[in-house]
């Protein structure tokens, strides 16, 4: 199966996108909430302040050049009488105090007879609100202005704006968690016909390119008919794909197959050691060209086959076997001699024995074409957690110095074996291979000596 990059799940985006907006409409409810309430209790507060200051107001009086003050006890009763609140007051003429709290600050705005003003201060360790209200007395023969100054601390302010915000944090959470639960239901319900059509594509079997025809939202339907365009010219060039690399590949390897034959009949005649070795390169070439053919052949038997595994119990070392057996008249003309190690006990894994048999020979073939003459390829089987792992190591001319990960790509070949011929298509087929039973390929450098270590991995049965 091919492995598919995630970036990030649709669903959980969408309704990440609806909770992030339930959250800042709670946030911005919150501080809403919040602020019109406080603003509410300070406009109150303030109105019982100037309440207070004009009833003490109307209770000054000027008799015979001098000022005269009653303040009245409701008039400061009606602050005392929220919560434990502390309330001060002072009456100037002129600047001048009257009664009350000398140092009781005036507010540092202008004063306009008859118009409040109001300030906040820090006076005596506690925050107060104050309130002065000024007006015109006349005392005697002059007029001067008095100003009546009323404080109060904000402790009952505080505990409201507490209650407040408690009451507005809890309305706020409230509808972050309702708003959460529709934005899930709506999420749910805006995936359910993506969900169809991806079920209804996957309930396909792995030949089955024609058409969809199901029914869809107005949104989804350029997608459906995408999809269907795409699956027509896919089956299309699949079918014209398969039929000339079938066709390319017989009309090369017959004649390949010809070449190779008279070339060991025509070794066996002659007797100088030029001769000979000529004839030698003569059927390598053959033998190289001819398996160029047959990877063309098999990446793309591996490409159909993966959908649809023949899977068996196979013994990995019987199999490694078996493919060196194969590959060994090759590794002959060469002098390279092949090892095989593992222990008789490894587990078995389940897997289709062609496409693993190709994949261990391309694995083989690699090392023999790029080994040198008179050396050892060593394969290497062990059992490693719940994984069988085989190690292919030779010694040839290594990885190189470029990207390890172009090696795996399509017709991709290391920068040090230009010289060498080859399809690029070996290590592809391996990695396509392990992919398709659930495995990988690792390439690195022979940890001994010069060379490269190719290690395939497969899940245990």
């Known amino acids: 199966m091919t492995a598919v990059r995630t970036k990030g799940s649709l669903r959980r985006r969408l309704l990440l996108q609806l909770l992030l907006v339930a959250a800042i409409l709670s946030v911005a409810l919150y501080f809403t909430v919040r602020a019109l309430a406080q603003q509410a209790a ?3 507060q303030d109105n ?3 309440a207070s200051a004009t009833a003490i107001s109307e209770a000054v009086r000027a008799e015979r050049g001098q000022i005269l003050v009653d ?3 409701s008039a400061l009763s009606m602050l005392g009488s929220i919560a434990e609140e502390r309330v001060f007051y002072r009456i100037t003429a002129d600047d001048l105090t009257v009664t009350g709290y000398d140092d009781l600050p005036a507010p540092s705005a202008t004063f306009d007879a008859g118009n409040p003003v109001f300030a906040t201060a820090i006076y005596r360790e506690d925050e107060v609100r104050i309130a002065a209200l000024p007006r015109r007395l006349t005392v005697g023969d002059e007029t001067v202005i008095l100003t009546v100054l009323v404080a109060q601390t904000r402790l009952g302010l505080a505990a409201v704006s507490l209650q407040i915000s408690i009451a507005a944090a809890a309305a706020g959470i409230g509808f972050f968690v309702l708003s959460g639960a529709l934005s899930w239901f709506a999420t749910n319900n805006a995936m359910r016909p993506l969900n169809r059509l991806a079920q209804s594509v996957a309930r396909r079997g792995p030949q089955d390119l024609s058409p969809v025809e199901t029914s869809a939202p107005t949104e989804l339907v350029p997608l459906l008919q995408s999809l269907n365009t795409f699956m027509g010219r896919l089956s299309a060039s699949l079918a014209r794909t398969e039929d000339f690399i079938a066709e390319a590949a017989h009309h ?3 004649p390949l197959a010809t070449v190779r034959t008279q070339s060991e009949i025509a070794m066996r005649s002659v007797r100088k050691p030029e001769n000979k070795q000529i004839l030698r390169e003569v059927i390598r070439a053959a033998d190289e060209s001819s398996r160029s053919a047959g ?5 793309a038997m591996v490409a159909l086959r993966s959908d649809n595994l023949e899977k ?19 590794a002959d003309l060469k002098d390279i001699r092949i090892t095989c190690s593992g222990s008789d006990t490894i587990g078995s894994v389940e897997g289709d024995p062609i496409l693993l048999q190709n994949a261990l ?12 003459e008179d050396s050892v390829i060593k394969v290497e089987i062990l059992q490693s957690g719940s994984s069988v792992r085989v190690d ?3 010694e040839g001319r290594g990885l190189g110095d470029g990207d390890r990960k172009h090696l795996t790509e399509r017709f991709g070949r290391g920068d040090n074996v230009r010289d060498i011929i080859g399809s690029g298509l070996g290590l592809t087929i391996v990695e396509e291979v392990m992919r398709a039973h659930g495995g990988t390929l690792e390439l690195s450098d022979n940890p001994e000596k010069r060379g490269t270590c190719a290690s395939i991995s497969l899940p245990l049965a």
């Open 295 to 299: 990877q063309l052949l098999d990446h």
């Open 42 to 44: 300070e406009t109150t």
């Open 392 to 394: 292919v190591i030779d």
């Open 312 to 330: 068996e119990r196979l013994n990995v070392k019987e199999l490694a076997q078996d493919v060196i057996r194969s590959i060994s008249p090759t």
């Open 252 to 254: 090369v390897r017959t």
């Open 71 to 73: 303040v009245p006890y």
């Open 361 to 372: 020979q391309n694995l083989l073939d690699n090392a023999v074409k790029y080994s040198p």
């Open 48 to 50: 019982i302040l100037i």
